[in-house]
């Protein structure tokens, strides 16, 4: 596998379920991040790993819950959403530091019933 | 002032046609920028990248100006295919930002026949 992968593509989930998305990278990258895009807004950074520690959480409920066990892999750990968490999870990596961006991943389309 | 601000659109233009998208950012330290493209339920992937005055890709053409800080994208004889939502990218306010981005809204171009 090459790239950034993410799974589920797709996760429909009730507001008490307890669910958690994958990425993994095969780029060798030192970072990752997930961002949340809903419809008609701008990409939301939620978390950055660098050299698998949390250097960024941008102010998200506790709701969301990442981890990052290694450089490679990134779960987001989704508990008691709302309906309003309902969008597009992407997920990215890249070099710390790199000019050249990002690669991102599928995405999970997550909606929240 | 928004870290990245771009029109939305949505710009329809007919095949054929030269369109240019402008973009601003506030972090006048910022050294390099890039335009991704994302396609409708789909992953943002990196179109440009620039990092002086401006890069040419084919029918693509990033231009960087420094002292209004905007950056610019220029689409030559448009196809259907370059429909899609185009996302100017900065790097953010502040020291030891690690690789992370910030992500305009995006602009809506859509080419028709």
């Known amino acids: 596998e090459t790239g950034v992968t993410q799974t589920p593509r797709h996760l429909v989930m009730g507001m008490t379920n307890k669910k958690s998305l994958k990425c993994e990278q095969h780029?060798?990258?030192?970072?990752m991040y997930w961002y949340k895009q809903s419809a008609k807004k701008p990409l939301e950074l939620m978390f950055v790993y660098n050299f698998k520690e949390q250097t960024e959480n941008n102010s998200v409920p506790s709701r969301f819950s990442p981890e990052c066990p290694n450089s490679s892999h990134l779960f987001l750990h989704l508990h008691t959403l709302q309906p309003e968490d309902s969008a597009l999870y992407l997920c990215a990596s890249s070099q710390v530091d790199d000019s050249y961006g990002y690669t991102f991943g599928s995405g999970t389309r997550l909606t929240v019933v | 002032r928004k870290e990245v601000e771009q029109d939305p659109g949505p710009f329809n233009v007919p095949e054929g046609a030269t369109v240019a998208f402008n973009c601003t950012y506030s972090?006048?330290?910022?050294?390099?920028f890039f335009w991704y493209r994302q396609d409708c339920r789909k992953e943002p992937k990196l179109l440009m990248s620039?990092?002086?005055s401006g890069n040419e890709d084919g029918r693509f053409t990033a231009q960087l100006n420094r002292a209004s800080q905007y950056i610019s994208l220029l689409i030559r004889d448009s196809k259907l295919s370059d429909s899609a939502t185009y996302l100017c990218v900065a790097p953010p306010q502040g020291y030891n930002q690690g690789g992370k981005l910030i992500f305009g809204q995006g602009t809506e171009l859509s080419v028709k026949p």
């Open positions: 972090n006048s330290a910022s050294q390099s």
């Open positions: 780029l060798g990258h030192n970072a």
């Open positions: 620039v990092y002086s």
